[in-house]
């Protein structure tokens, strides 16, 4: 429908027109905009009345059909019963997969006098299409209080089909509970992927059980406190397999991530012998010791890691596992350690970055051994390269994901040249970690952290102005919220949220349609939204007061 500038900012003066003027509308709460939406002004509203009744095709233990029943619950105060079957009721709600829609995240509303309806190929794209419903009800809040839906007709389906969000519970454990709280929230605005940062120099957070010395040693950073955060614990692999099928009855896979050959000193100070020659006698504190490494040239490493995968690749369904790649400190391992250097010279390698080809090599292969792809954060800026001399060594089947700031474009151009695909969490845009504003949290901002605004996380464009042939490989969005300061899943949640809702946005709806003045008013209703399911948010009075 809206395809043009012109056309777009109609569209947002006219969604602006109707919150400001009407204070509510069955779109001021939409987030992320829909990408196609017709008001059908003229028509009478779907009333909900004692005779509706729910029509669908969806097996009764559908997942779906309990969260229809819970949005009609909440926001109607209407408890009805499912009916699988064709009926001649008046009054309608239609909850059906039609095989003929393309997509699997495409679906659609109609509301019209007497039918209800959403559809869409797959079960992922009615539960969009439900969350689409609860914020219609949720703007809509005088047609609302009467169970009563004002007609419209939308046909949605995403801009990326990567849209992630990534949690450290490394360096602060977060219980499994809060973890499916932060799940719940994140459903909501259509997120599809939760990113695991599951293992880093702070702790080791999931149960290995051919080496159980990891979590043994690895997951108590704190012998002082208690097992269960922030300092100390660990997920089960039954509780992990758990997470799995809670987060994707609401569509949302888990991609778990093991960070190596750096940020390895959980896994040091279990396995001493995985570091580097000249660092056997180094202490290896977790939370204290940093810029440590597996060594590239020692057997164990590879078998105990073909360990780790193997049963990382048993608990998570998912196609890609995160090995990290950030941050290696080549200078104060691998060009120190005589077994590395040994190994340099056999290869006839020139410098010690390439030994990276060498550890990702066979760290691949198990990888692909046990039936995934990889996943590393994308890492151009070589410390053995001359100043805008980028090295690019990436196998093309790994899929990479941009962060550095400033580096993005080069990134995208040499993932592009050299066929990976790619994620965009520049940290300009989707570092939920930096602060919201200038003196805002985190307290502990010790390496200095940019500050990234709710507006400039808004401007975030994932295809960089690009021409779309320069952009094709991009699959989507993530948003990092790194765990140094996040002590507990409030603090997580401040952090995210509203920042998370741009985010969402940014993954879904197409730039055409997207404005920031219209963001902001759908905003305050989801904010409102989240606070009274417990979720404490950043409230950005700045964007009123116009505070820098
Ligand atoms: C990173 O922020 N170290 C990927
Ligand atoms: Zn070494």
């Known amino acids: 429908m809206i395809i043009n500038t012109l056309k777009s900012k109609l569209i947002c003066l006219f969604l602006l027109t109707a919150t400001l003027t009407f204070g509510q509308s069955n779109t001021s709460a939409l987030l992320p905009l829909p990408n196609h939406i017709e008001q059908m002004t003229g028509k009478k509203n779907f009333a909900i009345t004692p005779k509706t009744i729910v029509k669908t095709n969806l097996p ?87 169970r009563q ?140 010791t940093v810029n440590l490494m597996l060594c590239a040239n020692n057997e164990k490493v590879y078998s105990v890691y073909d360990d780790i995968i193997r049963e990382i690749a048993e608990i998570f369904p998912s196609s ?18 005589d077994r590395c250097q040994l190994l340099m010279k056999q290869l006839g390698y020139t410098k010690e970055s390439q030994l990276m080809n060498y550890f990702f090599g066979k760290i691949l292969t198990s990888v692909g051994k046990y039936g995934k792809k990889a996943m590393l954060w994308c890492e151009l800026d070589n410390i053995y390269m001359p100043a805008n001399e980028y090295l690019f060594d990436y196998p093309k089947d790994v899929t990479l994901v941009t962060w550095r700031n400033g580096l993005t474009p080069k990134c995208i151009e040499l993932t592009g040249k050299y066929g990976n695909p790619l994620i965009m969490a520049p940290g300009e845009y989707a570092y939920l970690d930096y602060p919201q504003l200038k003196g805002d949290l985190p307290e502990f901002n010790n390496w200095g952290m940019p ?57 879904w709806t197409h730039m055409e349609h997207r404005c920031w003045d219209s963001f902001k008013e759908r905003m305050y209703p989801n904010l409102m939204n989240l606070m009274k399911q417990g979720v404490s948010v950043r409230v950005p009075f700045e964007i009123v007061r116009n505070v820098q």
């Open 149 to 288: 839906i004002a007609p419209i007709r939308i046909d949605d389906e995403p801009r990326y089909g990567y849209r992630a969000l990534m949690l450290d519970p490394a360096r602060h454990f977060l219980p499994l509970e809060d973890v499916k709280f932060y799940i719940d929230q994140m459903a909501r605005y259509k997120y599809n992927t939760l990113q695991l940062h599951l293992t880093d120099d702070q702790g080791w957070r999931i149960e290995i059980k051919a080496h159980p010395g990891l979590t043994k040693t690895g997951a108590f950073r704190n012998r002082k406190t208690g097992p269960n955060g922030p300092d100390n614990g660990f997920y089960t692999q039954e509780q992990l397999k758990e997470l799995v099928r809670y987060a994707a009855d609401r569509h949302i896979e888990i991609i778990p991530e093991l960070d190596i050959p750096g940020h390895t000193v959980a896994v040091l100070a279990t396995y001493p012998e995985l570091g580097c020659t000249h660092t056997d006698t180094l202490p290896k504190e977790m939370g204290k």
């Open 60 to 146: 009764e233990q559908a997942f779906c059909l309990a969260e229809l029943q819970r949005i009609l619950s909440e926001r109607l105060d209407w408890d009805i019963p499912i009916k699988k079957l064709q009926s001649n009721a008046k009054s309608v709600i239609e909850l059906c997969t039609d095989p003929t829609m393309k997509g699997e995240e495409h679906y659609t509303i109609e509301v019209s006098e007497n039918k209800l309806s959403i559809k869409g190929n797959t079960q992922k794209a009615l539960f969009y299409g439900l969350k689409t419903l609860d914020q219609i009800l949720l703007g809509d809040v005088c047609n609302t209080a009467n």
């Open 451 to 507: 500050v990234t605004t709710l507006e400039t996380c808004y401007r975030f464009d994932p295809g960089y102005e690009l021409p779309d042939t320069q952009q094709s490989h991009i699959l989507g969005i993530c948003g990092t919220l790194w765990g140094e300061a996040m002590k507990d899943i409030n603090r997580v949640t401040y952090m995210t949220y509203p920042r998370g809702l741009a985010l969402a946005e940014a993954g």
């Open 320 to 337: 890609s596992i995160h090995l990290g790649g950030d941050e290696a400190a080549i200078e104060k391992n691998w060009t120190r350690c």
